[in-house]
């Protein structure tokens, strides 16, 4: 595909041939370029060449980030995009069944800009969870780290107990206690800040530790990503900042108790 300006790509055999494919979702549209953004796009690894498939209802689409996991169960990878367009709620395509994938939006919050994106299993059933770094007034309630889970006909809410904060961008989980429940780790856009949240009995979040960015005023953050490693009893987050006057990335390690 000779024009599609992207941000965000993930690796994935996406139709199980043993060949890795790709998905891609445009960034936004500059002045100089179409308006109509191609949208969500699986770029197949065909034995001839690659092959573009524009996802059906994604045009028009842009955002920062792209996430594949296994949602509904039948081992065909589906897809969720950081979707920046605060008209529109398609944050995840999940597979149909016959070879395609279908934008599941029931559930899903309105006006809010998904500023990065994650498929996780927070709820321990095996099946993976929609993890959003979400923007959006706080008016909305809808923003900071949401999480929703798939129940074979919509998405329902995971967010019990988490902040709706306004500006939440990188988001990740793990396991970095090590209790067989993946944490999430969020981290604000501009605050400096980066919370850890641990899923409680009940099954609401409650925040178990906060991580602070040293000198990280005037600084934006981009991304987290978030490992754990059972036999080294370690966990890693690593989380990246830029501004106008420079930059950092920053890794914690996590020791278990
Ligand atoms: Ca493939
Ligand atoms: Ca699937
Ligand atoms: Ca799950």
Known sequence: MTHMPSRAIVAADMNRDGRIDLVALSEVSGLDQKPMTAGVVIFWNDPAGWRAQMLPGSAGLFGDDVAVGEVNGDGVPDIAVGNLDGGRREFAWLSDGAGGWRAETDGLPELTLGWSVQLVDLDGDGSDDLLLGAGGPPS?????PRA??????RWRGLSQGLPQVSWVVGVAAADLYGDGAAEIIAAGMHTGVVHVYGRQADGAWSERHTLTVPNGEGLRNYKV??????????GLVVANYAGESGGKILAWTWQRE
Do not use: I, P
């Not at 909305?140 to 900071?144: C, D, F, P, Q």
């Open 225 to 234: 990503r978030a490992v754990s490693d059972d036999a080294l009893k370690q």
């Open 148 to 153: 929703y889970r798939w129940d074979g006909k």
């Open 140 to 144: 909305n309630e809808n923003a900071g």
